[in-house]
């Protein structure tokens, strides 16, 4: 009943067709000419038909194979499961057994290897962290890979492995008594990597060209301290590197490094000095210039001390210093009375006192005024401290400890030039004033003599 259907269908398409290319063209002229073009036309569309059918039934068969194959397969792998999910619980319950039977002949060893596994842990960080690695590289990688294989899998160590980790720890511990020499690529503090001798000390530092090295135990490079310590430090590595057996002094950090991090990351004096900001080059400003004005007077009142002194042991009278000047006044008023003798003698040394004195208000004054400019800069480093804290809060101590160095750094470069500046004024003027004295003292005597004699 189908198969007439589509035959009827396919029967009117093709009329169709024909019917259109009929009306398109000239060709049909009478209805014997259309009834052999009709049947001419059912027969191609018949013979379509069958081509079609028989390419359909070929492809449905193929089809039906392979579903049947498919189901064939999909039946193995349901009975390949199946055997697999059976031997898996046996497998389990033999390893269970094996196990059972593996800890039991195992005994006492088993925390053997416990403990191996823990000193192995232990011993690579220590390794990592050792200046010895740098030396004798490779240790912590097997110590690493050790730990791992027994942390990892039921592997037990070897009896070579076990005596390797003997080994190395009984090395190192005979490598940390020993000053070596050896080769290595070092990266300088410019980046650049030159091959150099090192001086190992211990497992306590490294040195080379008289700077201390950092040895990084991920990378396994030798690199310079961006950083050197003082330069005593740098020195007595120079010195170690040039020895050859004796005896040098030289600072280890028995810490492995971090008092020695901790000390290059001390600022130096300068900058110190530039924590202080602008309120701190103004002290040291202003406390230089007191310093010369000090050498100065104390330059001048000693050379005027000194020919002071010559004048009192002299008989011949000097206009090259006070003494001198003011003696030269009774020579000067050999006729005057006692009275007005002494009144020149007073205008004389009225005269000497200012050139004695010069300058030394001025240290008084420095000497005041800069603990009152260190105290400026502890009020103006104490404002940016708050400030800090105003937008930031408390909790980074780094963003407080710029405005508290400058408080702290001002104080002390404040303390630092008054100290010394009020020393030396107070001796700079008990010295001017030693000098007055005995130009009192001189002319005293003069008015004495003259007032006998008349």
Not at 80 to 89: D, G, K, N, R, Y
Not at 404 to 417: E, F, K, Q, R
């Amino acid at each position: 009943m189908l198969k007439s259907f589509k035959t009827i269908v396919f029967g009117l398409a093709a009329a169709s067709i024909s019917l259109g290319a009929m009306a398109q063209s000239d060709r049909a002229l009478d209805l014997d000419a259309l009834l052999k073009q009709l049947e001419e036309g059912k027969f191609a569309q018949t013979q379509q038909n069958k081509q079609r059918e028989q390419e359909f039934m070929a492809q449905r068969a193929e089809q039906d194979r392979i579903l049947r194959e498919t189901e064939q397969l999909r039946a193995r792998t349901l009975q390949t499961s199946e055997q697999l999910e059976t031997q898996f619980e046996q497998n389990e319950f033999k390893l269970a057994d094996l196990n059972e039977a593996l800890t039991a002949r195992l005994g006492s060893l088993k925390e053997l290897f416990g403990v191996l596994q823990q000193v192995a842990g232990d011993t690579k960080n220590k390794f990592y962290n050792s200046t010895i690695s740098a030396e004798i590289p490779g240790r912590a990688e097997f110590l690493d890979q050790l730990a791992q294989d027994m942390g990892s899998s039921s592997k037990l160590a070897s009896i070579d492995e076990i005596e390797r980790v003997w080994f190395e720890i009984q090395r190192e511990m005979t490598q940390s008594g020993k000053v070596t020499k050896f080769n290595t690529d070092v990266v300088e503090a410019g980046g650049a990597k030159v091959n150099k001798e090192v001086v190992r000390v211990g497992p306590f530092a490294l040195v080379a060209d008289g700077k201390y090295l950092d040895f990084n135990g991920v990378t396994g490079t030798v690199s310079e301290l961006i950083r050197q310590p003082a330069d005593r430090y740098g020195d007595s590595a120079a010195e170690l590197q040039a020895s050859n057996g004796e005896l040098v002094k030289f600072g280890i950090d028995p810490t492995g490094g971090s008092i020695l991090g901790l000390l290059v990351q001390a600022p130096n004096l300068k900058e110190r000095v530039e924590q202080g900001g602008v309120v701190g080059y103004i002290i040291l400003i202003v406390g230089a210039f007191g310093l010369l004005l000090s050498i100065e007077r104390l330059f001048t009142l000693t050379i005027i001390r000194t020919k002071v002194n010559s004048q009192l042991k002299s008989k011949e009278i000097k206009t090259t210093n006070p003494l001198g000047r003011v003696l030269k006044v009774r020579e000067e008023h050999p006729n005057a009375d006692t009275e007005a003798l002494e009144l020149h003698l007073t205008e004389a040394i009225l005269a000497e006192v200012p050139k004695l004195g010069r300058n030394l208000s001025i240290i008084k004054i420095i000497s005041v005024v800069a603990p009152l400019m260190g105290l400026l800069g502890t009020v103006t480093g104490m404002i940016n401290t708050f400030q800090a804290i105003t937008l930031f809060g408390t909790g980074d101590p780094k963003l407080m400890a710029g405005g508290i160095s400058t408080a702290l750094v001002t104080t002390v470069l404040g303390l630092v030039v008054a100290i010394p500046t009020t020393l030396l004024y107070a001796m700079l003027n008990t010295r001017s004033k030693n000098i007055v004295y005995i130009l009192q003292e001189q002319a005293a005597g003069v008015i004495a003599e003259r007032a006998e004699r008349s």
